[in-house]
């Protein structure tokens, strides 16, 4: 099958890592990585890798609308919202990775087969995709569930300037996720950027409250989500088996990185750039299949 031709737009870290992940896949060609500073790592690495570069932002697919499908926008939550106004007019399918509070949540294990439907796809947040599909089987099993908390503790060296600025609809975009998919009436989300050397891997640790639950039939239903996460986060893994104590459920995760771009402690990249390329690589197919029948 040919090929989706996809643009990168923002080129800190989860642009670069998803410019290294795109490169292996059998679907997806990036036919352009748009930065603001040619002399930027990110920018060096994708000259490095043979990839067209550009310095112009959004410009530069307005000048060539027909360079590219779909852009993955790595840039700010802020600058996501104006970005979709001009792509959306340009045809353009987007994969924001930003947390803007624009168009629907997308969960690769919960709803892709509905989201590829889209032309907009927001990937929530790191600590999302870690999260929300656990919350999501909590609530499946309890869906008068009270309350949900969840803490993301990720290595300060992995967040870039853009994710710093973005903290406050980070969280805003997480808590949205969390209701939207438990059910839970109130939801709390916090992230930490710990500064510790050794750099630590991201962990994410979930506190439902739930009244008297089936904790074996719970475990069997969190173990077939983390085995589901897995087919395209290689590195998600439960910590332990879930615990209730004091009314609550607690279930510790811990995500591991390919590596690729920043070392193996960045599992933030990793959770939110390759369910964004399940996104993608879901839309190639469906390009293919509609061209086939089309024949």
């Avoid at 087969?113 to 919350?135: H, L």
């Avoid at 969190?222 to 910590?239: A, E, T």
């Avoid at 607690?250 to 402690?265: F, H, R």
Wanted: aromatic letters at 6%; one cysteine or more; charged letters at 20%.
């Amino acid at each position: 099958m040919s090929v989706l031709k996809v643009a990168i737009l923002g080129s800190g870290n989860i642009g670069t890592d998803l410019l290294i992940k795109i490169q292996r896949s059998e679907y997806l060609e990036c036919t352009l990585f748009i930065g603001r500073n040619l002399s930027s790592k990110g920018v060096a690495k994708a000259i490095s890798l043979g990839i067209k570069v550009s310095n112009e932002g959004i410009n530069a697919i307005i000048k060539d609308p027909d360079c590219c499908t779909l852009v993955f926008d790595a840039t700010s939550a802020k600058d996501a919202i104006d970005h979709w106004a001009i792509l959306e007019k340009a045809g353009k399918t987007v994969v924001n990775m930003t947390p803007a509070k624009i168009g629907d949540l997308c969960i690769p294990a919960l709803n892709l087969n509905y989201a590829v439907d889209q032309k907009y796809f927001n990937m929530v947040t790191c600590g999302g995709q870690a999260a929300i599909p656990i919350a999501n089987a909590i609530g499946q099993m309890y869906p008068n569930m009270e309350y949900i908390e969840v803490v993301s503790s990720i290595s300060s060296y992995s967040a870039g300037p853009a994710t710093r600025l973005n903290l406050d609809e980070y969280i805003e975009t997480t808590e949205a996720g969390l209701r939207t998919f438990s059910g839970a009436k109130k939801a709390k989300a916090i992230l930490i950027l710990n500064p510790a050397v050794p750099c630590i891997d991201m962990q994410t640790t979930i506190f439902a409250r739930v009244k008297d639950p089936d904790m074996e039939a719970l475990t069997l239903a969190i173990n077939d989500m983390v085995k589901m996460i897995r087919s395209y986060v290689p590195g998600y893994q439960l910590l332990f088996s879930p615990i209730y104590q004091n009314g609550h459920v607690l279930i510790m995760i811990k995500v591991q990185g390919n590596g690729d771009y920043l070392p193996k402690y960045a599992g933030n990249l990793d959770i939110i750039n390759c369910a964004a390329i399940a996104v993608a690589e879901k839309c190639a197919k469906n390009v293919a299949i509609a061209a086939t029948a089309n024949l």
